[in-house]
Structure formats: C-alpha cells, structure tokens
C-alpha cells in the first residue's frame, strides 16, 4: 500500500503564497512510471484537476485553471516528494487541496485513473 500525506496549507491573504508538499511511502514499485496529481475540492463540487508531474523526468501537464499561478515540482533528492507552489492566490482558490498518485499509463486529469490518494488539506485565502 502506498501512503500519501500532504503538508503545507492553511490561511493566506489574497495575493499571497504557500508551497504544498506531498510524500509518499509504503510499498511503491519504482519499476512503473509514477505521477502525482494535484486536485482540489469547494464545497458541493468534484475534485477539480490542477496539475500533474512524472516522479522520473519531472514532466508536468496543467490544467487551464493552474497555468501561470501553479507550479508543479518534484524534490529532485527524495524522488517519491512533490510540490505545489500557488503564486498569487485568490479567494476563489480556497479549496481542500489533494494529492494522489498512479501508474502511467492512464488519463491524468481524470479522478479516476489515481490509486492512492492523500487526506486533503485546507487551503483558505482572505479578501
């Protein structure tokens, strides 16, 4: 089993920032291809897909809504740690944040095509 624990939320002024960090552990197979995905939830929504990144080569893919002010990163000395940077923040971005995790290949911006998933983490931002 794999174990994803993300780290880093809280409150924020608009127009600030805070690095999300998710870690994984447990039994991860590094023969397959890995990727973790970022999503985040409001209340009364679906996970919304923000951004992914290859654990190997550091790749990445956004979403429209996380270009420019989102930043996927990897730990490039702990291979199984990533990042979120959020630049600028809004109120609207106020959401609980996800990470999650999958073996390629399979549909990146889909919920679905995560195996593991971390407990989320409150991102609030003030006007």
């Known amino acids: 089993q794999v174990q994803l624990v993300e780290s880093g939320g809280g409150l924020v002024q608009a127009g600030g920032s805070l690095r999300l960090s998710c870690a994984a552990s447990?039994?991860?197979?590094?023969?397959?291809?890995?990727?973790t995905g970022w999503f985040r939830r409001t209340p009364g929504n679906e996970r919304e897909f923000i951004a992914s990144?290859?654990?190997?080569?550091?790749?990445?893919?956004y979403a429209e809504s996380g270009k420019g002010r989102f930043t996927a990163s990897r730990d490039n000395a702990k291979y199984t740690v990533m990042y979120l940077q959020m630049n600028d923040l809004k109120p609207e971005d106020t959401a609980v944040y996800y990470c999650?995790?999958?073996?390629?290949?399979?549909?990146?911006?889909?919920?679905?095509?995560?195996?593991?998933w971390g407990q989320g983490i409150q991102v609030t931002v003030s006007s």
């Open positions: 999650a995790a999958g073996r390629a290949p399979f549909e990146i911006a889909q919920v679905a095509g995560y195996e593991h």
């Open positions: 447990g039994s991860i197979d590094i023969n397959h291809d890995w990727l």
């Open positions: 990144i290859k654990w190997s080569t550091g790749g990445t893919y």
